[in-house]
């Protein structure tokens, strides 16, 4: 069993910046496509973004497009989902997930391991 595991969430104002970090194993960080998904209050966790394992192609959901970048850095076993911009409707719970290769990026079924997710909560 992978362990993925969420840090950096907090609270930051309505044009702020925030960078979230999800540490895992060597093997997930080498081998596996990471994603990122958030969870508003009261709604369904929702895609953000993600890194294709082979080439580090990212994706992001059109919400985010432009404001919003992940990285891996596979020499710290992170992956990282820097946000910029952020505005109110991006509070969330953000979660990290790693999905074994060939899988759609875009569905949470993909996803084997989860991180157990960090708040970011934007204020006006």
């Known amino acids: 069993q992978e362990q993925l595991v969420d840090s950096g969430g907090g609270l930051v104002q309505a044009g702020g910046s925030l960078r979230v970090a999800c540490a895992t194993s060597k093997m997930v960080i080498d081998t596996y496509t990471l994603g990122w998904f958030r969870q508003p ?10 890194i294709i394992w082979l080439d580090d192609t990212p994706y992001y959901s059109d919400k985010v497009e ?30 990290c997930a790693a999905a074994r290769p060939g899988q759609n990026h875009k569905y949470e079924r993909s996803y084997d391991y989860w991180g157990q ?8």
């Not at 209050?41 to 993600?50: T, W």
């Not at 404001?67 to 946000?83: E, G, H, P, V």
Request: proline letters at 4%.
């Open 41 to 50: 209050p009261g709604l369904e966790r929702e895609f953000v973004g993600a």
């Open 66 to 95: 432009g404001r919003f970048s992940i990285s891996r850095d596979r020499n710290k076993n992170t992956m990282y989902l820097q946000m910029n911009n952020l505005q109110p409707e991006d509070t969330a719970v953000y979660y």
């Open 117 to 124: 997710g960090t708040q970011v909560t934007v204020s006006t």
